[in-house]
């Protein structure tokens, strides 16, 4: 049986002091330690007893005969020995310290009622390791077995019966009951732990995936910026280094683009991680980026015709403003549409198409077949569709994605809208770029 007192939480300071001392000196396990409480419960009955023989009773007018109190000093320290029992046996260790126990009685005055410590631990003991109804039923046993004992040792009268009866009810019950006590306030001390371990696990858990979700959500705004930016300087330069002998003007002009798209990559990614850390228009002091959105096509657009084919814009139906979320969405995924057009089909014309319907915005990005490749293409990590994808699934847009029959690439996005008032997300989400 579990030596629940020294090894379960919540118990006192100097329980888990006297269990940390016991297990250096080697007293490890329950029966070893049962012992040594036995022993030393043994000579403390020793010293009670023989001190209440021959010094308290006598200055109270109550003598013993000193062969009966010799007795009966034997039978109780026999009792404390016995406690070596109660968790390897409970149940049989106080049914021996009961059967010790009427002796006990019978050799005692009528006038002094002789109990020594073990009844009260062997109870206590009960209490604490058997469940409720079997130590309440153990306990009655007990009281019904000493009363009934009691009475046929020592033919007591009534108010003489009356008080064995209590005075055996008020020992093991109240011994069992403390035991109970403390047995359940451990349980629930050990309960309040492992919930609170739970509550820490899941809390660590719920930090982690929100790490995870922010390191996502950044490395997919940064794989924007930079698929943008980064491979249109890379198809500069390219072309630079190939007019940088016979061409230098040309050459420095295309230099000086890829200077002022360098800046403007810096700042979107300055705009990006401030963003994302909460500081918005933080970063440096210079004032705040502006948060793309449908609003900027036209630039996004006329930057994509510089580095690449011609790109055309087309806006349909009466203009309306969306939610912020699905306007930065929207965004994003013309922009990654067109630097994948530009990686995977460079010098091709593409069109960019905004249809506001009466309930519903709708995104085009169509690209035709690649031209002959004068200049490598720029290599992708391949993340493009699936950042798009997850884009309007966050906004609850409708994502396609595929080959044109004329052989190029197809990008649509819509989202169904109430009509001319401003979109709204199905789900109020955090947006990459608020």
Same mark, same amino acid.
């Given at each position: 049986?579990?030596?629940?007192?020294?090894?379960?939480p919540?118990?006192?300071?100097?329980?888990?002091?006297?269990?940390?001392?016991?297990?250096?000196?080697?007293?490890?396990?329950?029966f070893?330690?049962?012992? @040594? =409480?036995? !022993?030393?419960l043994? +000579?403390?009955?020793?010293? #009670?007893?023989?001190?209440?023989?021959? %010094? &308290?009773?006598?200055e109270?007018?109550?003598?013993?005969?000193?062969?009966?109190?010799?007795?009966?000093?034997?039978?109780c320290?026999?009792?404390?020995?016995?406690l070596?029992l109660?968790?390897?046996?409970?149940?049989?260790?106080?049914?021996?310290?009961?059967?010790?126990?009427?002796?006990?009685i019978?050799?005692?005055?009528?006038?002094?009622?002789?109990?020594?410590?073990?009844?009260?631990?062997?109870?206590?003991?009960?209490?604490?390791?058997?469940?409720?109804?079997?130590?309440?039923?153990?306990?009655?046993?007990?009281?019904?077995?000493?009363s009934?004992?009691?009475?046929?040792?020592?033919?007591?009268? @009534? =108010?003489? !019966?009356?008080?064995? +009866?209590?005075?055996?009810? #008020?020992?093991?019950?109240?011994?069992? %009951? &403390?035991?109970?006590?403390?047995?359940?306030?451990?349980?629930?001390?050990?309960?309040?732990?492992?919930?609170?371990?739970?509550?820490?696990?899941?809390?660590?858990?719920?930090?982690?995936?929100?790490?995870?979700?922010?390191?996502?959500r950044?490395?997919?705004?940064?794989?924007?910026?930079?698929?943008?930016?980064?491979?249109?300087?890379v198809v500069?330069?390219?072309?630079?280094?190939?007019?940088?002998?016979?061409?230098?003007?040309?050459?420095?002009?295309?230099?000086?683009?890829?200077?002022?798209?360098?800046?403007?990559?810096?700042?979107?990614l300055?705009?990006?991680?401030?963003?994302?850390?909460g500081?918005?228009?933080?970063?440096?002091?210079?004032?705040?980026?502006?948060?793309p959105?449908?609003?900027?096509?036209?630039?996004?657009?006329?930057?994509?015709?510089?580095?690449?084919?011609?790109?055309?814009?087309?806006?349909?139906?009466?203009?309306?403003?969306?939610?912020?979320?699905?306007?930065?969405?929207?965004?994003?995924?013309?922009?990654?549409?067109?630097?994948?057009?530009?990686?995977?089909?460079?010098?091709?014309?593409?069109?960019?198409?905004?249809?506001?319907?009466?309930?519903?915005?709708?995104?085009?990005?169509?690209?035709?077949?690649?031209?002959?490749?004068?200049?490598?293409?720029?290599r992708?990590?391949?993340?493009?569709?699936?950042?798009?994808?997850?884009?309007?699934?966050?906004?609850?847009?409708?994502?396609?994605?595929?080959?044109?029959?004329?052989?190029?690439w197809?990008?649509?996005?819509?989202?169904?809208?109430?009509?001319?008032?401003?979109?709204?997300?199905?789900?109020?989400?955090?947006?990459?770029?608020?």
């Open positions: 049986m579990r030596d629940h007192a020294d090894t379960e919540g118990t006192p300071r100097l329980t888990k002091w006297l269990d940390g001392r016991l297990t250096r000196l080697g007293v490890t396990g329950v070893p330690r049962d012992c @040594l =409480l036995a !022993a030393m043994t +000579v403390l009955t020793f010293v #009670l007893l023989t001190g209440l023989f021959w %010094f &308290v009773a006598p109270d007018g109550v003598s013993f005969d000193p062969a009966r109190a010799w007795l009966l000093v034997a039978i320290c026999a009792q404390a020995m016995l070596c109660r968790r390897v046996r409970p149940l049989l260790c106080l049914a021996l310290v009961v059967g010790l126990q009427l002796p006990i019978g050799f005692s005055l009528p006038e002094a009622t002789i109990r020594g410590l073990a009844p009260f631990v062997a109870a206590y003991t009960v209490g604490s390791l058997l469940p409720v109804r079997r130590a309440l039923l153990a306990v009655s046993a007990v009281v019904v077995v000493e009934i004992g009691a009475a046929v040792v020592v033919t007591p009268d @009534l =108010l003489t !019966a009356i008080a064995y +009866v209590s005075a055996s009810a #008020l020992t093991y019950a109240g011994a069992t %009951f &403390v035991g109970g006590y403390v047995a359940t306030y451990r349980r629930y001390v050990e309960l309040v732990r492992v919930r609170a371990d739970e509550a820490i696990r899941e809390q660590r858990t719920k930090v982690q995936a929100a790490i995870g979700a922010e390191r996502s950044m490395a997919r705004e940064l794989h924007d910026v930079a698929a943008h930016h980064l491979s249109g300087m500069q330069a390219a072309a630079v280094e190939r007019l940088i002998d016979r061409d230098p003007a040309a050459a420095k002009a295309g230099v000086a683009w890829i200077r002022s798209q360098g800046k403007e990559t810096l700042d979107n300055r705009l990006v991680v401030g963003v994302l850390r500081r918005p228009g933080h970063e440096g002091g210079d004032g705040a980026a502006p948060v959105g449908l609003g900027m096509l036209d630039d996004l657009v006329r930057t994509a015709g510089n580095l690449a084919g011609p790109v055309k814009f087309v806006r349909e139906g009466e203009q309306r403003e969306v939610s912020p979320i699905a306007d930065v969405a929207l965004y994003r995924i013309a922009q990654e549409s067109l630097s994948n057009a530009r990686q995977h089909a460079p010098g091709a014309a593409a069109r960019v198409v905004l249809r506001f319907e009466p309930r519903s915005v709708s995104l085009e990005v169509v690209n035709e077949p690649a031209a002959p490749r004068r200049v490598p293409a720029a992708t990590g391949g993340v493009g569709l699936v950042g798009m994808r997850e884009r309007a699934q966050l906004i609850g847009a409708t994502f396609t994605a595929g080959p044109t029959p004329a052989g190029g197809s990008v649509a996005a819509t989202l169904p809208t109430n009509g001319p008032a401003a979109s709204r997300p199905k789900e109020e989400a955090p947006a990459w770029s608020e």
